[in-house]
C-alpha cells in the first residue's frame, strides 16, 4: 500500500508560517499530513539548506510546496531523497544557477519593487546587513488586494523581512528536473509579475493552475484551491 507523503509549506517573503493556516486546515480536514516550518528568510542557499533539513527528517515522502521566494528554495531543497514532488504557489521557479533578480529581470517590475522599506540586522563579525519589508502603507493593495482590509493591517504589521542579498543569489539546483511539478499562477498579482510565475512554471513543465483575480496572498484569500491543487500533488505522488 503507498503511502500518503507529508506536505511541507514553506512561506515566502513579507508571511510567515500563518499564512497557510486555511490551507492546512484544508488538507488536515482530507487526512493530508502536513507541517509549516518557519522560514528563516535570511538567504537562498542557507534557506534551502534548512527547508531540505527539515524534509530529510520526515518519515516517508515530502511534497514540498513554496509560496513566493518559497517556490526558490524548493526549487534547490527539492533535490532531497524523500521529495517527490514540488508545488508552487504564486511563486518563483529558477533555474539552476539564476537568481531572483535575473528571473525578474527578463519582465517588467512588480509595483512591490518600489514600495520596500529597508532595514538592518546585526551579523556577526561583519557590517550589518540589509533586510527590506512592504511599506505598511502600501502592503494590502500589493501583497493581499483580495483579502479583507482589517486582515491585510494584522498580515502587514507581521510580516518577515527579507534578507536583500537573497535577491542576488543563484540556485544552486533545480528540482523540477527530475520530480514532478505542479504551479498556481495568482492572476493579479502584484508582488511577482504573473508573467514571471508563468514563464518559470512552464520552463519546468509543471501542471498549472491559474486563479484570475488573486492576489499574491492566495493562500489566505483562496485556501481551498490552493490545497486542492496540493491534494492534486499528493494523490499523483502517492
Same mark, same amino acid.
Not at 514532488?85 to 519593487?113: I, K, N, T
Not at 539546483?173 to 498579482?189: F, I, M, Q, R, Y
Not at 520552463?203 to 496572498?217: D, F, K, M, N, Q
Given at each position: 500500500?503507498?503511502?500518503?507523503?507529508?506536505?511541507?509549506?514553506?512561506?515566502?517573503?513579507?508571511?510567515?508560517?500563518?499564512?497557510?493556516?486555511?490551507?492546512?486546515?484544508?488538507?488536515?480536514?482530507?487526512?493530508?499530513?502536513?507541517?509549516?516550518?518557519?522560514?528563516?528568510?535570511?538567504?537562498?542557499?542557507?534557506?534551502?539548506?534548512?527547508?531540505?533539513?527539515?524534509?530529510?527528517?520526515?518519515?516517508?515522502?515530502?511534497?514540498?510546496?513554496?509560496?513566493?521566494?518559497?517556490?526558490?528554495?524548493?526549487?534547490?531543497?527539492?533535490?532531497?531523497?524523500?521529495?517527490?514532488?514540488?508545488?508552487?504557489?504564486?511563486?518563483?521557479?529558477?533555474?539552476?544557477?539564476?537568481?531572483?533578480?535575473?528571473?525578474?529581470?527578463?519582465?517588467?517590475?512588480?509595483?512591490?519593487?518600489?514600495?520596500?522599506?529597508?532595514?538592518?540586522?546585526?551579523?556577526?563579525?561583519?557590517?550589518?546587513?540589509?533586510?527590506?519589508?512592504?511599506?505598511?502603507?502600501?502592503?494590502?493593495?500589493?501583497?493581499?488586494?483580495?483579502?479583507?482590509?482589517?486582515?491585510?493591517?494584522?498580515?502587514?504589521?507581521?510580516?518577515?523581512?527579507?534578507?536583500?542579498?537573497?535577491?542576488?543569489? +543563484?540556485? *544552486?539546483? $533545480?528540482?523540477?528536473?527530475? #520530480?514532478?511539478?505542479?504551479? /498556481?499562477?495568482?492572476?493579479?498579482? !502584484? =508582488?511577482?509579475?504573473?508573467?514571471?510565475?508563468?514563464?518559470?512554471?512552464?520552463?519546468?513543465?509543471?501542471?498549472?493552475?491559474?486563479?484570475?483575480?488573486? +492576489?499574491? *496572498?492566495? $493562500?489566505?484569500?483562496?485556501? #481551498?484551491?490552493?490545497?486542492? /491543487?496540493?491534494?492534486?500533488?499528493? !494523490? =499523483?505522488?502517492?
Amino acid at each position: 500500500m503507498s503511502r500518503t507523503p507529508t506536505v511541507l509549506l514553506v512561506h515566502g517573503a513579507f508571511a510567515d508560517a500563518g499564512s497557510w493556516s486555511g490551507v492546512i486546515a484544508e488538507l488536515q480536514n482530507h487526512g493530508i499530513p502536513v507541517i509549516a516550518p518557519p522560514n528563516p528568510l535570511r538567504g537562498l542557499a542557507s534557506d534551502a539548506a534548512y527547508v531540505a533539513a527539515v524534509a530529510a527528517q520526515i518519515d516517508g515522502p515530502v511534497v514540498l510546496v513554496g509560496h513566493s521566494y518559497g517556490g526558490a528554495l524548493i526549487t534547490v531543497a527539492g533535490t532531497a531523497e524523500n521529495v517527490v514532488g514540488l508545488v508552487y504557489v504564486a511563486a518563483y521557479v529558477l533555474e539552476e544557477g539564476e537568481s531572483l533578480g535575473e528571473l525578474q529581470g527578463r519582465f517588467p517590475l512588480s509595483p512591490l519593487v518600489s514600495n520596500l522599506k529597508e532595514w538592518t540586522y546585526p551579523v556577526e563579525g561583519a557590517k550589518s546587513a540589509v533586510e527590506v519589508s512592504i511599506k505598511a502603507e502600501a502592503y494590502p493593495e500589493i501583497f493581499a488586494a483580495d483579502v479583507p482590509a482589517a486582515v491585510t493591517k494584522v498580515l502587514a504589521a507581521a510580516q518577515r523581512p527579507l534578507a536583500a542579498a537573497a535577491f542576488e543569489e +543563484s540556485a *544552486a539546483a $533545480a528540482a523540477w528536473k527530475t #520530480k514532478p511539478s505542479w504551479a /498556481l499562477v495568482a492572476g493579479s498579482d !502584484q =508582488a511577482i509579475n504573473p508573467e514571471v510565475e508563468r514563464f518559470g512554471a512552464k520552463r519546468a513543465g509543471a501542471t498549472i493552475v491559474e486563479l484570475e483575480g488573486a +492576489s499574491h *496572498a492566495v $493562500a489566505v484569500s483562496r485556501p #481551498k484551491e490552493v490545497a486542492d /491543487l496540493i491534494r492534486e500533488a499528493v !494523490q =499523483a505522488t502517492s
